[in-house]
T-cell receptor, first 116, second 117 residues
Framework: AQSVTQLGSHVSVSEGALVLLRCNYS??????LFWYVQYPNQGLQLLLK??????LVKGINGFEAEFKKSETSFHLTKPSAHMSDAAEYFC??????????????FGQGTILTVHP | GAGVSQSPSNKVTEKGKDVELRCDPI?????LYWYRQRLGQGLEFLIY????????KSGLPSDRFSAERTGESVSTLTIQRTQQEDSAVYLC???????????????FGPGTRLTVL
């Protein structure tokens, strides 16, 4: 079964600092990988997704993530944090290898706090 | 254009009562998903609709949970005889091409926050 592990339920950074949110997956076949963001009292919004076209994926709001098969990781980064980045971030996976539909399996989420 | 909408946004009910949660997907989206987000936890898949059929109901926690969908339109998630552990945010998502994850994107609604007293 597919699973996703997000290391660190809470991450705190200063404004302007590097943001690094960690995600590891378990799969024998490279899956489709996603990062979603959830702002308070809002639904989830897709930040970016990996679909095997390129290992470095750029998303919205200056975020990017790199797929590393050898490490089974898909960490999310942003060079310089903004106050508006404060939110909860979810890593998610859809099995690869001819899946029939887009059932997402989510990690536990990481709450990002940005300090002035 | 309009996104995925859900109603009500908040629902408080007493233990043992039945509740209905509604999801209006984006027009033209054939796939519809229900997820549950309990406090401090990630999202759990509940059920997937392709049109008005549900090929995957594997995430429904018990027979107290059921869902239906009218064509490629509205879906209703019903919880009978609610329990306190049913308290959660219930999220609905829809997408256009579920069989092609590389081309498809799930769009989420704002959720319904259910509190069972």
């Amino acid at each position: 079964a597919q699973s996703v592990t997000q290391l660190g339920s809470h991450v705190s950074v200063s404004e302007g600092a590097l943001v690094l949110l960690r995600c590891n997956y378990s799969s024998s076949v490279p899956p489709y990988l996603f990062w979603y963001v959830q702002y308070p009292n809002q639904g989830l919004q897709l930040l970016l997704k990996y679909t095997s076209a390129a290992t470095l994926v750029k998303g919205i709001n200056g975020f990017e993530a790199e797929f590393k098969k050898s490490e089974t990781s898909f960490h999310l980064t942003k060079p310089s944090a903004h106050m508006s980045d404060a939110a909860e971030y979810f890593c998610a996976v859809i099995p690869g290898g001819g899946t029939s539909y887009g059932k997402l399996t989510f990690g536990q989420g990481t709450i990002l706090t940005v300090h002035p | 254009g309009a996104g995925v909408s859900q109603s009500p946004s908040n629902k408080v009910t007493e233990k043992g009562k039945d509740v209905e949660l509604r999801c209006d997907p984006i027009s033209g989206h054939t796939a519809l998903y229900w997820y549950r987000q309990r406090l401090g936890q990630g999202l759990e898949f509940l059920i997937y609709f392709q049109g008005n059929s549900a090929p995957d109901k594997s995430g429904l926690p018990s027979d107290r949970f059921s869902a239906e969908r009218t064509g490629e339109s509205v879906s209703t998630l019903t919880i009978q005889r609610t329990q306190q552990e049913d308290s959660a945010v219930y999220l609905c998502a829809s997408s256009r091409i579920p069989t092609s994850p590389s081309q498809d994107t799930q769009y989420f609604g704002p959720g319904t926050r259910l509190t069972v007293l």
